[in-house]
């Protein structure tokens, strides 16, 4: 196994849109791009930057990791990469066609799960097609096949109340995925689980969107999982929110595609991300296993 020097690779770049050469898939071409998006918002008369010059180029069938601390504008981004915010500075592309609002093609999962709770997990998931051109039989069976692959099939009956946490997040999964979108857009979607329940949900995660063969971005606080999930992993420093760096994650994966936490390669590059983030020590060497 031999060791690749990425000091000059992982550099954080400010302000420059990022490569995708190095990139793990890199063949892979862009399917969303964003040219220096820019957004602000007018808050008791005083004029707020939230995002600043953003560009970025995601690849079809990518994990992205957004990390950044709280008012970096990450999820401002998700907002209108869904469509749901049209006044901004800049462009947002997908496939090359401007987003000007929300569509099945992209689902998105909050760190809430917004379940209904007078409706049980199945109605819960079954909401999510009411504007589906599909009969009601292959509605039933669509919904059911998602139940089975968050693994949830035996409490299609129960009701929110009736769940654990991480169960009412996996019907929160299954109900973004079951228009089988091209994206899903991942809000900080673990952060209110315990953190045995987080890290199984990981798993489950990779597993799930690997399985429909989604591109996924997911915006966290959390480094660790940045680096576990993602294929690169996006900094972003606040006031205004921008991109401190890109950086690709090139490490070793098991069988299943899971990563090792105590790989001395992965806790180097968490603590260079840390350190982009004004945490540890920011110019520790950085080297991945290939």
Known sequence: MTDLHLGHHLHAVENTPPSVEGVPGSDRHAILSLSRVSKHFDVAGRRVQALSDVSLDIQEGEFLSIVGASGCGKSTLLRLILGLDRDYQGEILLDGQPVKKPGLDRGIVFQEHRLLPWLSVEANVAVALRRSKLSPRQKRDTVRAHLELVGLEKFAEAYPAQLSGGMQQRVAIARALVNRPRFLLLDEPLGALDALTRLRLQDEL?????????????????????????????????????IAGILPVILPRAVDGSRSRSDSAFLRLRDHVLGQLGVGQEDAPIRAAE
């Open 206 to 242: 990779k597993r799930i969107i690997r399985h429909e063969g989604i591109t996924a971005l997911l915006v966290t606080h959390d480094v660790d999982e940045a680096v576990y999930l993602g294929d690169r992993i996006v900094i972003m420093q606040p006031h205004p929110g921008r």
